[in-house]
């Protein structure tokens, strides 16, 4: 059974860019666009990782980040937020509400955010290993 990624954002690009490479890379791939969406999501489903932004309508990812830290049941899910914002209060508020990583969208290639990925919970593809030659 793979390892199934909730991406939580309303930009329709950067989500087909992920979704399409995440799921290249053999993991399940599902998506909310915006705050209740993915707290309907984590409820029915409980995600094995979350990218969260923080701009969306209805509830934001703040909330979001907010109300899955303080459930046991969901405490443990990595949650790496993916936004435009860079700022300092920004970063140090959601890393305060128990975000466990923080990349700002333009500063992050995709190549950073399959690694974060795997750093969070493994891979799921089948390493090649390829013989030592003498």
Do not use: Q
Request: with cysteine.
């Amino acid at each position: 059974m793979s390892n199934s990624i909730l991406i939580v954002d309303d930009e329709k690009f950067l989500v087909w860019a992920l979704k399409d490479n995440l799921a290249d890379e053999g993991y399940e791939i599902d998506v909310a666009t915006n705050g209740d969406e993915a707290m309907e999501h984590v409820r029915a489903h409980r995600p094995d990782l979350i990218f969260l932004d923080l701009l969306m309508p209805k509830r934001d990812g703040f909330y979001v980040l907010e109300e899955i830290k303080k459930d046991p049941k969901w405490r443990t899910i990595p949650v790496i937020v993916l936004t435009n914002l860079g700022g300092d209060l920004e970063t140090a508020r959601a890393l305060a509400l128990g975000a466990d990583d923080y990349l700002v969208k333009s500063k992050c290639p995709i190549e950073e955010v399959i690694e974060k990925v795997k750093k969070y919970i493994g891979t799921t593809k089948t390493e090649k290993i390829i013989p030592a030659t003498n």
